[in-house]
């Protein structure tokens, strides 16, 4: 992997509820266009794509890609949970940064349905079967299952560190704040603490219906290639992928008996820290962060498994601000999973889209002033992570 990986374009088209969005194969090709025409080239100039999904039947990377260009490249189809799009982000870089190819197309869409996720195969054993059995032993109430998990993780750490339900209620809020600025966000109304706290309770002392992502539809695209090809071509190389890591789960998802185990609190961490230290940087570097907030709960646990505070210092962290502007971190810029929406194929390349445009300096309302080194966090239970750096150079 002696290559870096330059982030030339990008493409993100805005998010809908279910039933609002058009066909998957038009968002997908819209977001795809996007991004070449950002780069400046044709699709012709792509050698491989990767493309994810979580909702659809095999090949619908074709499906969508034939809309934009039928070249005979490999496309390659990525299925990792909401952890899809940028698994399909680390594939390309690692096509370039390996010189399988000079020029790759990364694309994430989803066409999602109403209302909670839910198996789509109930003949055969479910990858959540261990999840489920843990989460059993350690989660009395009777809830969809993401709910379980993620205010389970939640209110442990409640129990341990004295957590208020509140503060879920504060990074809800700050969410909507952020997405305000973002025309392209699914939620843009801007909430309050006390709103978020009033919205109808799915877990008494634990979780209110605005502390939860919506079901989302949409696509976005990322066009990596080689510094030497966006030299030859003449394409922005002022954004590359400086380190990244993708981890899946060890024994202590099952063996801990910690709901913010079971949720990839050690996935994050071991991810967070191979980045770091492939990078030579700490946390306290980093400028601008895009993280998973499925659930305000696991954007909590989430600053301390990047170590962005100390464990047990997420409250303060969030009650200090250190998660906005004039903070140590601006944390969800784009408004996140929680305002910008969470279509799972899509999630991970919408939030490089979002750090992309923050290097360039061309995020509008939502720029962070001087950024340099910016922070991607991507889970997916199952169980999947990968945290990538992003450099403006």
């Known amino acids: 992997m002696s290559r870096d990986a330059v982030v030339a374009g990008v493409g993100m088209i805005p998010f809908t509820k279910p039933g609002a969005n058009e066909p998957y194969p038009q968002m997908a090709a819209k977001a795809t266009r996007q991004a070449l ?21 095999s090949t619908c990377g074709q499906r969508a890609l034939y809309e934009v260009g039928m070249t005979g490249i490999p496309v390659i189809n990525v299925n990792n949970n909401c952890s899809t799009g940028s698994t399909a982000l680390f594939l390309a870089r690692q096509a370039v940064a390996s010189g399988a190819a000079d020029c790759v197309l990364a694309l994430g869409f989803e066409q999602m349905s109403p209302g909670a996720l839910g198996a789509k195969f109930d003949d055969r054993a479910s990858p959540f079967e261990r999840f489920d059995q843990a989460t059993d032993e350690l989660v009395e109430v009777d809830l969809p299952l993401a709910l379980r998990y993620f205010g389970g993780a939640g209110l442990a750490h409640m129990k341990e560190f004295g957590t208020r339900v509140e503060t879920f209620a504060k990074i809800r809020a700050k969410a909507s704040r952020h997405a305000a600025n973002n025309p392209l966000a699914l939620f843009r109304t801007v909430v309050t603490e ?3 706290m009033a919205s109808p309770m799915m877990w008494p002392g634990v979780m209110t219906r605005l502390m939860a992502c919506p079901p989302t539809c949409g696509a976005a695209a990322a066009i990596v290639c080689s510094e030497a090809f966006a030299k030859k071509h003449g394409l922005d190389a002022s954004v590359r992928i400086r380190a990244q890591a993708m981890t899946t789960d060890v024994p202590a998802a099952f063996d801990a008996r910690d709901m913010r185990e079971v949720v990839g609190f050690s996935m994050t961490r071991n991810a967070a820290q191979q980045v770091y230290e492939a990078a030579g940087i700490s946390p306290r570097d980093i400028d601008v962060v895009e993280l998973h907030d499925c659930f305000a709960h696991n954007e909590l646990i989430t600053y301390e498994g990047l170590g962005l505070c100390p464990v047990g210092g997420a409250e303060k962290f969030v009650v200090d601000g250190d998660n906005s502007y004039g903070g140590k971190f601006v944390t969800n810029p ?6 910008k929406g969470h279509p799972l194929g899509a999630t991970g390349l919408a939030q490089c889209t979002e750090l992309v445009q923050q290097l360039r300096g061309t995020a509008g309302k939502r720029q962070v002033e001087g950024a340099r080194l910016a922070l991607q966090h991507n889970l997916g239970l199952g169980g999947a992570c990968v945290v990538t750096l992003y450099e403006r150079v």
Not at 37 to 56: K, N, P, R, S, T
Not at 334 to 339: D, R
């Open 37 to 57: 025409a950002d780069a400046g080239i044709g699709y012709d100039a792509v050698q491989q794509a990767y493309v994810g999904y979580v909702y659809g039947d």
């Open 194 to 196: 006390e709103e978020v």
């Open 334 to 339: 784009s408004g996140g999973l929680l305002s």
